[in-house]
């Protein structure tokens, strides 16, 4: 059984920064990527960042500049770092394990999901 933990979340005025981390434990194997997604109230989820186990990063273009992902498939860790942070960056972010395919990105297992608030 796969289990993502996050910490990280919290509360932070407009401007300021915040660094979020996930660990994985149990057999990941046959998953050869790891990724961020989030979700606003009201929204869909939507991807922010993704890693796979080479080093690529594919980074949402809403945060593109500001938030970084970094991350070791073989330790099962993701982190990443937020700078620059704007109210509509408030949301739920969800850590994941997937696959990265050549033109897409399929998350497998979840994480519970840490807050990140934003204030203006």
């Known amino acids: 059984q796969v289990q993502l933990v996050e910490s990280g979340g919290g509360l932070v005025q407009a401007g300021g920064s915040l660094r979020l981390s996930c660990a994985a434990s149990g057999s990941i194997f046959g998953r050869n990527a790891m990724g961020w997604y989030r979700q606003a109230p009201g929204k869909q989820r939507e991807v922010v960042a993704t890693?796979?186990?080479?080093?690529?990063?594919n980074i949402e273009a809403s945060v593109t500049g500001r938030f970084t992902i970094s991350g070791d498939n073989a330790k099962k860790m993701v982190s990443l770092q937020m700078n620059s942070l704007k109210p509509e960056d408030t949301a739920v972010y969800y850590c994941?394990?997937?696959?990265?395919?050549?033109?897409?990105?399929?998350?497998?297992?979840w994480g519970q999901g840490t807050q990140v608030t934003v204030s203006s």
């Open positions: 994941n394990v997937g696959v990265m395919r050549p033109s897409y990105y399929s998350p497998n297992y």
């Open positions: 890693i796979s186990s080479s080093g690529r990063t």
